[in-house]
């Protein structure tokens, strides 16, 4: 048969609760307040946390600096009979750079055009099929993508990944991988 704890022990088991009961009370309302915390940075702080750029900074690489990338442009070599630029597209940059080793070339491009999602992706879709591409899309795109695709040909050497971004009535088409300019 079970019998009670002790007065004593049951008297240091209630003391202990009631502690703890405070001292959770306690500690709650010191966290909670019924406005929000205000804090001023000093002017040091917010210079470091919101620098101002230059007149003459720009935040797309140097052509000069990169001689296989494009800012607005194709970049010469760049593989368009594979990879052409849908009608009416904006090419914003792109590049092509032979893989060292290979005979592939690292190729990216990213472009913005006003053309429907479906529209775009077929427009990029179609030449690589008919190159011998085989497309793998996945069966939902990336959270905050409108469409993503996969493209590979061979024995998966060359490998293309297409994303499109629909955002404010425009869409922003990223392409990158390694392919080779001729069909193996």
């Keep these: 048969m079970l019998r009670p704890a002790p007065l004593a022990a049951r008297v240091r088991?209630?003391?202990?609760?009631?502690?703890?009961?405070?001292?959770?009370?306690?500690?709650?309302?010191?966290?909670s307040t019924s406005a929000p915390g205000q804090?001023?940075?000093?002017?040091?702080?917010v210079a470091l946390a919101t620098p101002e750029p230059s007149p003459s900074e720009t935040l797309l690489?140097?052509?000069d600096g990169a001689p296989h990338s494009a800012v607005g442009e194709l970049v010469t070599g760049?593989?368009?009979?594979?990879?052409?630029?849908?009608?009416?597209?904006?090419?914003?940059?792109?590049s092509a750079a032979p893989a060292?080793?290979?005979?592939?070339?690292?190729?990216?491009?990213?472009l913005r055009t006003a053309q429907d999602t479906a529209g775009l992706l077929d427009a990029v879709r179609a030449p690589l099929l008919?190159?011998?591409?085989?497309?793998?899309?996945p069966p939902a795109a990336e959270p905050g993508?409108?469409?993503q695709s996969t493209f590979s040909r061979g024995d998966g050497s060359e490998l293309l990944v297409v994303g499109?971004?629909?955002?404010?009535?425009?869409?922003t088409l990223t392409l990158g991988g390694r392919v080779r300019a001729t069909a193996p």
């Design 100 to 110: 060292d080793g290979t005979d592939l070339t690292d190729v990216s491009l990213n």
């Design 130 to 137: 008919a190159a011998g591409f085989v497309e793998n899309a």
């Design 61 to 63: 690489p140097d052509a």
């Design 164 to 171: 499109i971004l629909d955002r404010d009535g425009e869409r």
């Design 39 to 45: 804090a001023s940075p000093t002017g040091t702080a």
């Design 13 to 31: 088991y209630g003391l202990a609760a009631a502690v703890v009961a405070l001292v959770v009370g306690v500690a709650t309302a010191a966290c």
């Design 78 to 94: 760049f593989p368009v009979a594979l990879i052409p630029v849908p009608t009416g597209a904006e090419v914003l940059l792109s």
């Design 145 to 147: 993508l409108a469409a």
